[in-house]
C-alpha cells in the first residue's frame, strides 16, 4: 500500500505588499526581524529607495525587539551590525530610526496629505517641534510644500499663542536674574571659581533656550579632558550641520 506524503500542495498565500503612493513598504510592516533585516541592509546599498521604509522597519526592529531574533541582545548592536558591514554612519541610521518613528507616530495624518519619500522624510525629525508650535494645518501643508532647509527653520518659529516673550537673562551682583527675577542666588561663601562654573551653566541654558535649541551637559575628569572634547564637539558639530 503507497503511503501518501503529507505535504500541503494548495495555492500559497501571497506574501503582502503595502503600497504606499509612490513607494512600498513591502518590508517595513513585516513581522519577520529576517524580512525586516535584508530590507534595512538593501535600502542602504541602494538596491531599495524608500528611506521612509528603512526608518520605519529600524524601528520596528528597536521597540519591537526584534533584534533578539536576529542573535543579538542589543538594538545597538545590531545598529553596529550594519555600521560595520555597510561603511554607513551610527548617526544617519538613528536619524533614519527617528524618521521612521516619526511617520508611525503621524501616520494617520501622513497619510491623508499623500506625504511620500519625493515631500522628503528628512524633514519628519522636525515634525513634532512644528507641532508643538504651529496650528495643525499649517504644519501638514508645509511639510509637503516647503523645503526640508525651510520646513526646519519654520519649525523654530513661535509657540501658539504664547504671547510670552523670553525674559533677558543676565549676571548680576548676587546671582543669575531672568529679567528681575532670580534663577540663581549664590551664597556668598561660595568661591569665585566655582560661581563662574555655574553662571556658565545657566547662561548656555538660556542662551539655548532663546534661540529655540537644545543644551547638554557632560560630565569629565578635569579641565584638559574637556578641551579635548570640545575640539572634537566642534569639528564633528561641523560636519552635522554641513550635512543639514
Do not use: C
Request: hydrophobic share 35%.
Amino acid at each position: 500500500m503507497e503511503t501518501l506524503p503529507n505535504i500541503y500542495d494548495g495555492p500559497k498565500k501571497q506574501h503582502r505588499i503595502i503600497k504606499h503612493s509612490q513607494f512600498q513598504l513591502d518590508f517595513a510592516y513585516s513581522q519577520d526581524a529576517g524580512v525586516l533585516d535584508t530590507g534595512i541592509r538593501e535600502t542602504i546599498r541602494g538596491v531599495k529607495l524608500s528611506i521612509m521604509a528603512m526608518g520605519i522597519a529600524l524601528y520596528r526592529v528597536d521597540v519591537g525587539g526584534l533584534y533578539a531574533d536576529l542573535g543579538f541582545r542589543k538594538f545597538g548592536e545590531y545598529i553596529d551590525s550594519l555600521v560595520k558591514e555597510t561603511g554607513m554612519s551610527r548617526s544617519n541610521l538613528y536619524n533614519w530610526e527617528y524618521i521612521g518613528q516619526a511617520y508611525i507616530t503621524h501616520r494617520s495624518e501622513l497619510d491623508k496629505i499623500g506625504f511620500t519619500d519625493d515631500d522628503g522624510p528628512t524633514k519628519l525629525p522636525f515634525l513634532n517641534r512644528a507641532l508643538e508650535r504651529h496650528p495643525k494645518r499649517e504644519v501638514y501643508k508645509n511639510i509637503k510644500n516647503m523645503s526640508r532647509r525651510e520646513f526646519e527653520e519654520w519649525s523654530r518659529g513661535a509657540i501658539i499663542e504664547d504671547g510670552k516673550k523670553h525674559k533677558t537673562v543676565a549676571i548680576k551682583k548676587g546671582g543669575v536674574f531672568a529679567g528681575k527675577e532670580p534663577l540663581a542666588v549664590f551664597s556668598e561663601e561660595i568661591s569665585l571659581q566655582d560661581r563662574r562654573y555655574y553662571e556658565k551653566l545657566l547662561m548656555e541654558g538660556a542662551i539655548a533656550i532663546k534661540q529655540n535649541e537644545y543644551a547638554g551637559i557632560y560630565r569629565f575628569y578635569d579641565e584638559a579632558e574637556k578641551k579635548r572634547f570640545d575640539r572634537i564637539y566642534q569639528r564633528e558639530l561641523g560636519k552635522l550641520r554641513t550635512k543639514n
